[in-house]
């Protein structure tokens, strides 16, 4: 990356602003500013927000659904009749409570019923789980009867015939005959290191450097139970990375935990090799020439008769792509399509075969991700289903009888918000394509199993979310389910985030982000900034939606004091193949958008103490923080990076590979927060999990050790007992250390030392 472009632009902004006297805030930091905050952390605003959406639960195959809100009255089930267009309590809330309490010999409050996956049926049965069973209450005589599920064991798998039961022993695979009880090895190459009908489990942790790692066991049985798909892990080449628990009371040396986890370009990792068995004839067949790195992985679909397999294959690098076809007799394998790129391909394929033997695949072979129709035999492009300059996100259903696909899409509509999605109709044939949801908003949908209806969430960050009823058909909205009720937040003051845009460094694409202000805002004074960051092509971090914008971390920040600013610069997910690819090779320069978004923004706005700009981020965020500190030295004066990935060579190997390249380049050593330590002029908090096997915590490490090489302040915070997951939305003690980090060194005020944040459970 070449940030010398920028060195001529950033200082006369700089020089610019500082020439304007704000008149900054003041107001010392009380018990009140951390209950506002408070009051706006996960677990307590999902209550404060009435009817936020409709999630259903189809039952009576569409002739009604069931979902789950908060209200005044507390946590309620609603029942929708897609017939009688009515929304309705589903049940008796405190009758059940009753019932549940006569079980359990326990106080249950019927404001928050402890029960999951409700659906109706019978028009008098409720089903729902609790405490582990099945229950069946018949509202007709009050009867409530348990179910116990069924104890599925993992580490089986029966014959789609129900002949015969698949398992795994000493490391080999074994079938056992459910009539006559016969037990028959069928696997005898497995050992410790080299185990067939297995898999590598994300957070496997073994105790010590020998320990055993958690048993896991997969088979794929052929639809006429006669063979076996599966892989044999190979763990003999592998390496580990390693933990500290400090935190275990009843231990006074600190145990050592170990897992498997390969970095980029690493050729000790974790290998998957495929596997087929012929049961009759007890032949084993590997599959060497399709084997692939654990974090990669290949999966592979059985034919209908049974004699072939299908699947992706995704050689190292995520450059390419294959669709293949496998004999399973022969063991030919068949190349259908492949597709290759010079930066990295979307893994997140849609993809669905059609029984006229033709198949539907998304690309983004034209710069934009659209469908396609091929033929399966010949693998060749029939016509494309959709084209255009506009992102198809997801292939919702399809009605292969009638010839119609519904998809979800961004960016097709003019004068619109790129990121919003919406629900579109279209012949296989590409013609008639038809918006079905025509709001400005960005549409969240759930259709019915049989493709009739359709639950519409509709909103947008400063637009409280609307849920209807659509008739696919017809396209018709046929029924209002509920509408996002904000009047306990408006109450307190609450204002809508604002949606804004800007010009990025490319200097001609539009950007865009979104900004939270507190309901103590006052358009006289100037607030501190803080961006809050979140980088990777794979995803974009700015609310599109107002349960995104109401459930994050912003609002709860800007509580304190702020205006939180959330920008999505070049490099994001979500618009064309072109704009992703800013970030290819290139993931420590996303934060230079944000300089330029916030201080286009400040031009706008007068509120803005543009001399005191902050920025916090987890997990790939920790490492947009800390960049932005060494890369934006001048501009971001405070940074909180938690759980960060600050040297992408010490990172998981998939993710940096699929997006800032592979093999390993300079880029890699020239983009390290830890390479870059000595840049560092602000105030900085390191902040990781003791027990962190999603990131470990050696690079936070790495990067204190050369900040205190270049003889730099800066302040570390390690949370022994915790992994990946702290400082969350919910809230916990990181939430507060943070917040205080930008109330004394962004705000200079003093934070209240030994508050406990009161969090709702």
Known sequence: MNSSKYSAIFPALFLALASISPQRLSAQITEDTYHRAEYFLLNSIQKEVYHLEVIPSWTQESRAFVHSTYTAEGKRFFKTDTEALTTIPAFDHSKLAKLLEDKSGEKIDPRELPIERVSLSNGSK???????????????????????????????????????????????????????????????????????????????????????????????????????????????????????????????????????????????????????????????????????????????????????????????????????????????????????????????????????????????????????????????????????????????????????????????????????????????????????????????????????????????????????????????????????????????????????????????????????????????????????????????????????????????TAEIGFVVVTVDGLGGAGRSKAFSDVSYNNLGDGTTDHVLAITQLAEKVKFLDINRVGIFGHSAGGYDAGRAMLLHPDFYKVGVASAGDHDFRMEKAWWPEMYMGYPIGDYYHEQSNITNAANLKGHLLLAHGGIDENVNPSATFKLAENLIKAGKDFDLFIWPSRNHSFGRPPGDYFTKKRWDYFIEHLMGEKPIRHYQLQLED
């Open 126 to 556: 409720v089903t729902f789980v609790w405490r582990s069973h099945n229950w069946v209450w018949n509202t007709k005589n009050d009867s409530l009867e348990s179910l116990p599920m069924s104890d599925r064991n993992e580490m089986e798998s029966f014959s789609p015939d129900k002949k015969w039961m698949a398992y795994s022993k000493n490391y080999n695979l074994y079938v056992k005959n459910l009539s006559t009880g016969e037990e028959t090895q069928v696997s005898f190459d497995g050992k410790k290191g080299f185990e067939y009908a297995s898999y590598y489990g994300w957070s496997d942790l073994m105790s010590g450097e020998n320990g055993e790692r958690p048993p896991h066991f997969t088979v794929n049985w052929s639809p006429d139970s006669k063979k076996i798909y599966t892989q044999i892990v190979d763990l003999r080449l592998a390496e580990k990375m390693y933990l500290l628990d400090f935190s275990k009371d009843e231990k006074f040396r600190p145990e050592l935990l170990s897992y498997y986890r390969g970095s980029p370009g690493d050729s000790t990792v974790v290998m998957y090799i495929p596997v087929v068995f012929d049961l009759e004839k007890k032949t084993e067949q590997k599959l060497p020439a399709l084997a692939s790195p654990h974090f990669i992985g290949i999966s592979l679909r059985w034919s209908e008769d049974s004699k072939k397999l299908n699947g992706f294959h995704f050689p190292r690098g995520f450059k390419e792509f294959l669709l293949l076809e496998m004999n399973t007799e022969t063991f030919d394998i068949r190349q259908i399509y492949s597709e290759s790129a010079p930066t990295h391909i979307n893994r997140e394929h849609a993809f669905r075969r059609l029984e006229d033997g033709t198949f539907i695949i998304s690309s983004e072979k034209s710069g934009w991700n659209q469908l396609y129709l091929h033929d399966w035999v010949t693998g060749a492009e029939l016509h494309p289903i959709t084209t255009g300059e506009f992102v198809v996100n997801r292939l919702s259903y399809l009605d292969e009888e009638n010839g119609l696909l519904y998809f979800e899409a961004s960016g097709k509509e003019a004068g619109e918000n790129p990121y919003f999605n919406h629900l579109y109709r279209v012949n296989l044939d590409g013609s008639d394509l038809q918006l079905l949801t025509p709001e400005n908003a960005f549409h969240e949908v759930y259709i019915s199993p049989d493709g009739k209806f359709a639950v519409d969430n509709f909103s947008a960050a400063n637009q409280p979310t609307q849920s209807v009823l659509i008739d696919l058909k017809s396209g018709e909205r046929i029924h209002q389910i509920s509408k996002a009720d904000i009047s306990n937040l408006s109450r307190r003051g609450y204002k809508l985030p604002v949606p804004f845009t800007a010009t990025a460094k490319d200097g001609k694409t539009e950007i865009h982000g979104v900004y939270f202000l507190p309901t103590t805002f006052d358009t006289k004074k100037k607030y501190p900034v803080i961006d809050y960051t979140y980088t990777g092509p794979h995803t974009s971090t700015a609310p599109k939606t107002f349960k995104s914008a109401i459930l994050g971390h912003q609002q709860a």
